[in-house]
């Protein structure tokens, strides 16, 4: 089993719409979370950290379920300029390594 | 703002030859991450330095190397570059050695190796 995990997509959703990804990690000494996104060919761009009691940045809200092991992302109000690959990233548990997941592509339609 | 600057941005490389990336972190920040991110693949964590001790190491071949300077740029030196080797490799930087601190992403070299 890999140590992050995301459903690859992609979503395809109509602008407007409201979309979640979750990520499922394994390590239950994690500590870290973030979710990144990624343009094609680009660098990941920090999105937000994910906290224990969750949190909001205007349409993008984070939620971290340390019981289950997984955090979520949820983007209301779809905007074309969302369309992207969203990052799921986990500290290691130990040390100071940084695993992330292999992505959910979101395509926003007009 | 000052963003992580690496070069160079595109590299060609032949097999069996040698490559030395640069990365220059963001004013301040004293970490410095390296990834290798194959295509179509996810960022693999290759090493770590926080104030120019290594931090962490993950999966960097043994042909690699990576140094932080006195200025806080790394160099991630590649030796005997293989066809696998071909990949964009990212620079991250942050602001102390911690866990909960968040990285910022350089632009990138695409290294492809022929």
């Known amino acids: 089993r890999k140590e992050v995990e995301q459903d690859p997509g992609p979503f395809n959703v109509p602008e407007g719409a409201t979309v979640a990804f979750n990520c499922t990690y394994s390590?239950?000494?994690?500590?870290?979370f973030f979710w990144y996104r990624q343009d094609c060919r680009k660098e990941p761009k920090l999105l937000m950290s994910?906290?224990?009691s969750g949190n909001e940045d205007g349409r993008f809200t984070a939620q971290l379920n340390r019981a289950s092991q997984y955090i979520s992302l949820l983007i209301r109000d779809s905007k074309l300029s969302d369309s992207a690959t969203y990052l799921c990233?986990?500290?290691?548990?130990?040390?100071?390594?940084?695993?992330f997941g292999k992505g959910t592509r979101l395509l926003v339609k007009p | 703002a000052a963003g992580v600057i690496q070069s160079p941005r595109h590299l060609i490389k032949e097999k069996r030859e040698t490559a030395t990336l640069k990365c220059y972190p963001i004013?301040?920040?004293?970490?410095v991450y390296w990834y290798q991110q194959g295509p179509g693949q996810d960022p693999q964590f290759l090493i770590s330095?926080?104030?120019?001790?290594?931090?962490d190491k993950g999966s960097i071949p043994d042909r690699f190397s990576a140094q932080q300077f006195s200025d806080y740029h790394s160099e991630l030196n590649m030796s005997s570059l293989e066809l696998g080797d071909s990949a964009l490799y990212f620079c991250?930087?942050?602001?102390?050695?911690?866990?909960?601190?968040?990285?910022?992403f350089g632009p990138g070299t695409r290294l492809t190796v022929l």
């Open positions: 991250a930087s942050s602001s102390g050695l911690s866990i909960y601190n968040e990285q910022f």
């Open positions: 390590n239950s000494a994690s500590q870290s």
């Open positions: 994910v906290y224990s």
């Open positions: 990233v986990v500290n290691g548990g130990q040390g100071f390594s940084f695993i």
């Open positions: 004013p301040r920040h004293d970490t």
């Open positions: 330095f926080y104030e120019k001790m290594q931090s």
